[in-house]
DNA sequence: CGTTGCTTTGACCACTTGGTCAAATCAAGC
DNA sequence: GCTTGATTTGACCAAGTGGTCAAAGCAACG
């Protein structure tokens, strides 16, 4: 559920243009480097009008947060008992990746929220956050015990692939940097299959 | 080589203090977050007196970071082909992982500078950085041609080795959120060591 | 056309911030 | 104790920042 929906189309493009232009700065310059002023431009706004649709610089941001949250965590939820236990957790990575592929400015704001000490989410990440990796973590724990996939500490199995598939958004910079410019991702793709193939197949 | 030597013990002593106290702000805040008051309390000078031994804000905050660059790569320097190729490349994960938990604002305050863009280290990542993976990568590959570890990317295999051991440093919040506090590094060693013997292991 | 309510803006303010400077303090050799 | 050079500081400044506000523009409806 989105705040108080907003009543005029003019007003929904508005604050849609605002929040993507904050998507656009914060996960850029990250939330003290980045200003009203180069929001609102980005946005195609003057900043008194900026602020006609949101109150605050701090608003914008939370309003990204906790709408990221959600969208972040999305395909681990996907992660279900239905049999197959390998292929699940496969399609989890390969998930995981193509959002760090398609969405890295997502992927970089969170990061640099987390790096702060996540000042504005440690609520969530202590609440929901834990409670949906506990009970992931519990499905994992009975795909071992019936010998499905090898033995491993689920929590730390799902830490690696967070891990890995952010690494090649939030150090796109320095992976492009090493690899001469070239895209990573293929390359990531074929490698963190077989990484958790091996370590998982029984 | 440190820029020019400090004469007196005094202004060694400060400027180390200095060093120190922006390691500590400017791993916590990052780099627009930081300001040099809050620098200056944290080595307990005044802000006058701290620029007295540094030209700029910005002067401190580099001083750091080439420092670092050099201390953060040491660990792959020593990886050597010396006979046993997979206990060499558990050592690095080993010693990576130390400097994690050792020394977890260096990693994060490089973090901070890689998810900007790394705007003022990009040319040490393009030379020096990309040079030494190019010449490790080199290494891997003659342990695969001779059968000594299994045939994976070497670039990606470093790349996965930093993705998993910093992560422990520069998301340690959310990693001891989901764990509940515990520590997570007796875990993550098991689980890091298993996960790149079953990977590459012959 | 004129009223009404939504939208936009220029001018402005208080506060923070990086950095300067002249003057004061201090330490050590003479 | 006095001189000399290193060290420290209070006062200050210019630029940038988040945010306010009253007034102006604008669209739609009677």
Chains 1, 2 share one sequence.
Do not use: C
Not at 1 to 25: C, Y
Not at 67 to 82: I, S, V
């Amino acid at each position: 559920m989105t705040k108080s929906a907003p009543r005029t189309r003019i007003q929904e493009k508005n604050r849609s243009a605002i929040l993507e232009a904050g998507l656009e700065v914060f996960s850029k310059f990250g939330y003290r480097g980045s200003t009203v002023d180069k929001i609102a431009e980005a946005a195609g706004l003057s900043k008194p009008n900026l602020l006609y649709y949101f109150p605050s610089k701090e608003a914008i941001y939370l309003e990204l947060l906790s709408g990221l949250l959600d969208t972040w965590l999305d395909p681990l939820r996907a992660l279900n008992d239905d049999g197959k236990a390998l292929p699940e957790i496969l399609d989890y990575v390969g998930r995981k990746l193509d959002m760090a592929r398609d969405f890295p400015r997502e992927s970089r704001l969170f990061a640099n929220e987390i790096l702060q000490g996540a000042p504005r989410i440690e609520d969530a990440l202590k609440g929901d956050l834990k409670t949906l990796v506990d009970e992931k973590a519990e499905v994992i724990r009975h795909w071992i015990a019936a010998g499905k996939i090898k033995d491993v500490d689920p929590h730390h199995l799902i830490f690696s692939i967070w891990a890995l598939t952010q690494h090649y958004a939030d150090f796109d910079t320095q992976v492009r940097a090493v690899l001469g410019g070239q895209d990573p991702f293929p390359g990531a793709e074929h490698y963190l299959e077989q990484l958790f193939t091996s370590r998982l197949k029984p």
